[in-house]
Structures are given as structure tokens and as C-alpha cells.
């Protein structure tokens, strides 16, 4: 039986050195770093449900890539956090014979993830973060895609 992971803890707590954002230049970087352990928090909810979720910003993804490249720290962040690696399935480079859902299918998963990690009353940076931050191509989700997301999950229950 694989033990339970406080993916949130360990989330809160993982230091982001220099070398994360050596190709992420935007700023304010405390924002694009919010936003990284938000993702990291949504990627927790999804790998225990076994989904795979989508990357809402281009920054993020940035910061991502840099943590990544820091293989000892985030091959001992992944085990910490979820008990398993996570990793990188950019579009269309995921796992040979997987089914690979469309971006939006995997970014309205991103959106219910985020409603089973987020605080009370924290908001969500991920959704517009690109165009806060001026990252070019801005990626993001449009906010009334979130909310048709968020009110189809609480119809549904």
C-alpha cells in the first residue's frame, strides 16, 4: 500500500534556488513562484486521482522546466511530495501508447485540482498569470472557462 503524501507541506516548504528561473525571466518572481507551487499543489491532487493536468501558464512552465533541471532537488521534492516522480508530458511528448487528451480537456482538470487544493479564500494566480506578468505567447485560461468549469464540477457535485 503506497503511503499518503502531504504533497502541501512539502510544497510549501521546497526552496527555489537561482537556477529555477534561469529561463524565466518575468517578474515579479514571487508571483511566478506563488504560481509554481500552486501547480505543484494541483499536480498532487491529480496524480492521486491518476489524471494528468494541464500547464495554465507559459512562466510557470518556465520555473517548472527550471526545477526540473535541478534533477537531484526535484527527483527528492517528487518523492517527498507524491511518492513518485512527476513528470513532464509536454503536448504531444507524452508516453508511448498513452491516450493524450487535448489541452483543454487536461486545463479544465487543472481547474477542478485546484478546487480540491486551494485555501480558503486563496486565489488562484494561474489563470491570468501570463498577462500579469507580460510572458509572451501568454497562455492562461480565460476566466469564464474557469468558472463554467468550477460551476459544472459543483452541479455535478
Not at 50 to 62: C, F, K, L, R, T
Not at 76 to 83: L, S, T, V
Amino acid at each position: 500500500m503506497r503511503r499518503r503524501h502531504d504533497s502541501t507541506a512539502v510544497v510549501d516548504a521546497l526552496e527555489l534556488p537561482e537556477a529555477v528561473f534561469k529561463t524565466c525571466p518575468w517578474q515579479p518572481r514571487e508571483l511566478v513562484a506563488e504560481g509554481l507551487r500552486q501547480w505543484l499543489r494541483c499536480a498532487g491532487a491529480a496524480l492521486r486521482d491518476g489524471q494528468v493536468i494541464g500547464m495554465p501558464s507559459h512562466a510557470v512552465d518556465e520555473a517548472w522546466h527550471g526545477l526540473i533541471l535541478c534533477t537531484a532537488r526535484y527527483a527528492a521534492f517528487c518523492d517527498a511530495a507524491y511518492g513518485r516522480f512527476l513528470h513532464h508530458h509536454p503536448e504531444g511528448g507524452g508516453p508511448a501508447g498513452a491516450h493524450h487528451d487535448p489541452m483543454a480537456q487536461k486545463l479544465a482538470r487543472t481547474v477542478i485540482a485546484w478546487a480540491r487544493v486551494a485555501r480558503p479564500d486563496e486565489a488562484c494566480v494561474l489563470w491570468d498569470l501570463d498577462a500579469v506578468v507580460g510572458a509572451e505567447p501568454a497562455w492562461g485560461i480565460p476566466a469564464d472557462r474557469v468558472l463554467a468549469v468550477e460551476d459544472h464540477v459543483r452541479s455535478t457535485g
